[in-house]
C-alpha cells in the first residue's frame, strides 16, 4: 500500500524545489553578469563570481598598472597562486606570478615562470613582452626578432610597444641579418617596420640599407615602402639622400620616364612616391592617366574633366631638384568648354624655405594642343628642392566659382636654358 504524501509535506517539497531553483537562477544570473563586468570592471565581476578567472587576471593586472606602484604584491601573489590551483593549464596566471616576482627582484624566478607561460602558449602577451626585453638586455637579438615576429603576428596592436627599439636592434650585424630574414620573408609587420624607421632620424640610414637588400630579395619593396622612407629623408631635409633612393627605386621601364619632370607625358603608371605625381583626391575634378597604349592622339596624357562645382587647393604636385641655373617650364595641352571663375595654374616653390619660383596660368576656352612656357631661375644654393603643383586660386569653396570643362595635358617638362 503506498503512502500519500500529505499536504503539508507537498508545500514543503514544492518549497524546497522553487528554493533550489531560485539559487541556480541565481548563481546563473551572478555568473552572467561576471562575465559582463569582466573587462570593464573586473572587481566587481570578481565579488559576482571569485571562480570567474578572466575577471581575477583584469583585476590583479589592474592593481598592477596603478601608476603610483603601490600595489600588494605579496598579497596579489596569493591571489594568483590560489587561481593556479583550479587553472594549472592558464599560462596569463604564470605570467602573472612571474611580473610580481620581476617587480620583487626574484628575476630568476621570474624568467622560469615567464617560460613556464611560454611552454602552454607561446604567444602569451606579457611573457613574451619580457623575454623580448632580455633577449635584447643579454645581446640575443636573433632570439629577440624572432619573439618580436611572434609577437606583432598574434598581437598586431603591439608595434609600438616595440617601436623604439628597432634602431639599436639594426645597428648590429646579427639584429640586421634577422630582421632582413623576417621581412624577406614577408613578415606582415614589414610595412610597419619602414613607417616607424621613416619617422625616426635613427632608422632612417638602417631603412634605407633594408631596402636597397630588398630589392635583390625575392621580396622587393612596394612603393608605400619606398614612399616612407623618402618622406623621412625629406622631412629631415635630407633631399639629396631622398632623391637619390627615388632614382634607386625606378624600375627599367620607368627610367625612360626620367628628366627635371618624372613622367612629364603622364604615363598611367604613377607610384604616389614623392618624386613622382601624387594625385589629390577632391571632390569637384576627375583626374585620369592615358598613355600612348590607352587612349587616341588627342587624349593622351592627363585629362581633367571638372564637375561644376568648387575646386579648392592642388590637385596633383611632385617635389623635383633643380640644380641652380635657368629654366624653362613648357605644357602642351588642349581644352574644351573650360571655364574657370578662379586661376588654374602650374606653380613651382621652392619648399624649403618655401616661396613662390615661378607661376603660369592655363587659359579659358577650347582649343587644341596649345603651347604655353615660362622662363624661370633657380638662384645658387637658395632652394635644394622644388615642388611642382597644378592648383586653383580658390580660397573658399563658394558656389559662386564653379569649375567647368575638359583639359587634357600631353606633355609637361622643364628644360635648362643658357642664361
Known amino acids: 500500500m503506498v503512502e500519500q504524501t500529505s499536504p503539508r509535506m507537498q508545500s514543503l517539497l514544492r518549497s524546497s524545489v522553487w528554493f533550489v531553483a531560485s539559487v541556480l537562477v541565481l548563481m546563473a544570473s551572478s555568473t552572467g553578469l561576471s562575465r559582463l563586468l569582466e573587462t570593464g570592471a573586473p572587481s566587481v565581476s570578481l565579488a559576482l563570481d571569485p571562480l570567474n578567472v578572466d575577471a581575477l587576471i583584469g583585476d590583479i593586472t589592474a592593481e598592477l598598472n596603478q601608476t603610483n606602484g603601490g600595489a600588494d604584491l605579496d598579497g596579489l601573489a596569493v591571489k594568483a597562486g590560489n587561481a593556479l590551483r583550479f587553472n594549472v593549464a592558464d599560462a596569463r596566471l604564470y605570467s602573472l606570478i612571474g611580473e610580481i616576482r620581476y617587480r620583487q627582484g626574484e628575476k630568476d624566478q621570474a624568467f622560469e615562470l615567464f617560460d613556464q607561460a611560454r611552454m602552454l602558449s607561446k604567444t602569451e602577451i606579457h611573457a613574451l613582452q619580457r623575454s623580448i626585453d632580455r633577449s635584447v638586455e643579454t645581446g640575443d637579438l636573433v632570439r629577440a626578432v624572432a619573439e618580436i615576429d611572434i609577437l606583432l603576428r598574434r598581437w598586431p596592436d603591439q608595434f609600438s610597444a616595440v617601436a623604439t627599439g628597432w634602431p639599436a636592434i639594426l645597428s648590429n650585424p646579427l639584429g640586421y641579418g634577422a630582421v632582413l630574414a623576417a621581412i624577406s620573408a614577408e613578415a606582415p609587420w614589414r610595412g610597419k617596420l619602414f613607417s616607424t624607421l621613416g619617422q625616426n632620424p635613427q632608422g ?78 577632391r571632390s569637384g575634378l576627375e583626374i585620369t592617366f592615358a598613355g600612348s597604349q590607352d587612349a587616341g592622339e588627342g587624349d593622351r596624357g592627363a585629362t581633367i574633366r571638372f564637375l561644376n562645382t568648387p575646386v579648392k587647393n592642388a590637385a596633383l604636385q611632385q617635389f623635383i631638384e633643380l640644380p641652380p641655373g635657368s629654366y624653362r617650364m613648357s605644357l602642351n595641352a588642349s581644352a574644351t568648354n573650360l571655364k574657370l571663375p578662379k586661376d588654374l595654374f602650374w606653380s613651382l616653390r621652392c619648399a624649403d624655405p618655401s616661396r613662390e619660383i615661378a607661376r603660369f596660368n592655363i587659359p579659358e576656352g577650347t ?22 603643383r597644378l592648383e586653383t586660386a580658390a580660397i573658399a569653396e563658394s558656389w559662386r566659382f564653379r569649375y567647368v570643362g575638359t583639359l587634357v595635358m600631353h606633355k609637361l617638362s622643364i628644360e635648362r636654358v643658357s642664361s
Do not use: M
Open 204 to 281: 632612417l640610414a638602417a631603412a634605407n640599407r633594408l631596402l636597397l637588400d630588398l630589392a635583390r630579395s625575392p621580396a622587393p619593396p612596394t612603393s608605400n615602402e619606398l614612399s616612407a622612407v623618402i618622406d623621412g629623408y625629406i622631412r629631415q631635409k635630407q633631399y639629396g639622400s631622398a632623391y637619390r633612393l627615388f632614382l634607386f627605386s625606378l624600375s627599367d621601364a620607368e627610367r625612360k620616364l626620367g628628366g627635371y619632370i618624372f613622367n612629364g607625358g603622364f604615363e598611367p603608371v604613377h607610384s604616389g612616391k614623392p618624386f613622382d605625381w601624387v594625385v589629390h583626391e
Open 367 to 388: 582649343f587644341n594642343r596649345r603651347s604655353l612656357s615660362l622662363d624661370f631661375t633657380i638662384e645658387p644654393a637658395a632652394c635644394p628642392i622644388q615642388l611642382l
